[in-house]
């Protein structure tokens, strides 16, 4: 299974059901809380992945910026974290996220 595809299994067994973005924040959020460590999942990929008790190593993110098509250096760098945080909320809210009255649904 991709990297991707862990993250939208992961986070579909924190939220039951349909999924709503609040919904999704919000477990995302608890899951960090409960962590024990200060995250910020809603921010950081490195912390989203921490959250959902998946390997945030370098290799991992590396290897999550490929599946997505990053075109950067894979290097880790702050540009490189910010842009995977981006892809995987976009991709989970455009794919994923059922908003009442939003266009956003899941895939057949």
Known sequence: MSIFGKIVSAIRS???????R?????????????????LEPLASIVDLLKALDMDSGLDARRELAEELGYTGALDGSAAMNMWL???VMKRI??????????????PA
């Open 22 to 38: 609040e919904q999704v924040e919000a477990k995302v959020t608890a899951a960090a809380e409960r962590s024990g460590e200060k």
């Open 93 to 106: 809210a455009d794919h994923y996220i059922d908003v009442p009255g939003d266009a956003n649904t899941r």
């Open 14 to 20: 924190l939220v039951q059901g349909d999924l709503t």
């Open 85 to 87: 945080h981006a892809q």
